[in-house]
């Protein structure tokens, strides 16, 4: 566990799963990271979500509230490299944690912990140009432009 100013960066549970389906069925979530529209989300899904996101090269984290556990998305490194020290990075707030400085927060963790635990020396993301609040979180993180 890591544990900031708002949140604690936590193992997933299973409980936890519930919540991911509720905001990956949610259009304006769905849509900061795809473009396809979103379909429900079935078990059989959920049990591919959880098998994807504890894949070797991928370490998921829930974020949850530091007071109340409460369960707010997901933050992840995605395609560690260890040789290049590389790596992907996403996160994923339910759309009533947006705005509040968790994202914030957790991102900062999720950093601290990549770069000084890891030794990952570049964390990357691709975001769309429409997700906004994503793009000013990233940039308020040190994230800098390269391209399209």
């Known amino acids: 566990m890591y544990h900031g100013k708002k949140v604690t ?32 989300k079935t078990e059989e899904f959920q049990a591919h979500w959880l098998k994807y996101s504890t894949r070797e090269d991928m370490i998921t984290f829930a974020i949850a ?4 556990d409460q369960f707010l998305g997901t933050i992840q490194l995605r395609d560690i490299d260890h040789v290049s020290h590389r790596s992907f990075f996403s996160i994923i707030l339910h759309p009533k944690a947006r705005g509040k400085g968790y994202g914030t927060d957790a991102l900062r963790l999720l950093l601290a912990f990549a770069f000084e635990e890891l030794n990952l020396h570049k964390i990357t993301l691709t975001v769309y140009q429409s997700n906004e609040g994503g793009r000013r979180l990233y940039e308020k993180c040190g994230f800098q432009y390269e391209g399209t």
């Open 65 to 68: 509230d530091k007071t109340t």
């Open 9 to 40: 960066l936590r193992a997933l549970s299973p409980h936890d799963l519930t919540h991911i389906m509720d905001y990956v069925n949610d259009y304006e979530t769905y849509s900061t990271f795809t473009d396809s529209a979103p379909r429900p």
